[in-house]
């Protein structure tokens, strides 16, 4: 059975920081792409960052030069570092292995 808990989320002031992880199990973590989106309410989701087995990252726009996705395929997890996060950023943030999505994490920008 594939699982992905993804974990950091929170509330955190405008130019802050968060870490989100994504763990995953019951899925070849290793040979599968990393993907994060996040869907604010009212809003349809969006992409924010993808990382491919191979090592190539793509992010949105509005994201690059201040997140950052990575993983660990030791221990079968992904993450995305967020810096400088502005108010509008507050959504649920979503990753996805392969075909799998996890449940979702809150992160909320609020002074």
């Known amino acids: 059975q594939v699982q992905l808990v993804e974990s950091g989320g929170g509330l955190v002031q405008p130019g802050g920081s968060l870490r989100l992880s994504c763990a995953a199990s019951?899925?070849?973590?290793?040979?599968?792409?990393v993907r994060w989106y996040r869907q604010a309410p009212g809003k349809e989701r969006e992409f924010v960052a993808h990382?491919?087995?191979?090592?190539?990252?793509n992010y949105a726009d509005s994201v690059k030069g201040r997140f950052t996705i990575s993983r660990d395929n030791a221990k079968n997890t992904g993450y995305l570092q967020m810096n400088s996060l502005k108010p509008e950023e507050t959504a649920v943030y979503y990753c996805?292995?392969?075909?799998?999505w996890g449940q979702g994490t809150q992160v909320t920008v609020s002074s």
């Open positions: 996805g292995v392969g075909q799998y």
């Open positions: 019951g899925v070849i973590f290793s040979i599968n792409s």
């Open positions: 990382l491919f087995s191979g090592g190539i990252t």
